[in-house]
């Protein structure tokens, strides 16, 4: 059975940090592609950072960029998301998500963002970062 359980969230000031992690179970970890994503109420569900499985290349989306580093570690079968210099509207519920698609795998750097291409998903842990 698949199973990715994130921890690390919690409620932070402006300007501060938090490291997520990512448990995964149930799969050949080192194969997959693993995506963090997170929703705010009332907002879609957004594509934050990626990491390839094939090279470690890793995709951010623009709002984070330069302030979150994705990182996986394969022996312990679990990815991190490091955030620093949190904002407000970093404020959401963070998923981890895997694809096991083997062509997108090949084909992360178009298509990780979307969620529809993830097979597996966490059960979100709260970001809520103060102002």
Partial sequence: EVQLVESGGGLVQAGGS???SCAASGFTFDDYAIG???????????GVSCISSI????????SVKDRFT???????NTVYLQMNSLKPE??????????????LQFR???????PGEYDYWGQGTQVTVSS
Avoid: M
């Fill in 55 to 62: 090279d470690s290349s890793t995709y951010y989306a623009d």
């Fill in 18 to 20: 938090l490291r997520l």
């Fill in 70 to 76: 994705i990182s996986r570690d394969n022996v312990k």
């Fill in 90 to 103: 970093d404020t959401a519920v963070y998923y981890c998500a895997v694809t096991t698609a083997v062509a």
């Fill in 36 to 46: 963090w994503f997170r929703q705010a109420p009332g907002k879609e569900r957004e």
């Fill in 108 to 114: 992360l750097w178009l298509l990780w963002k979307r």
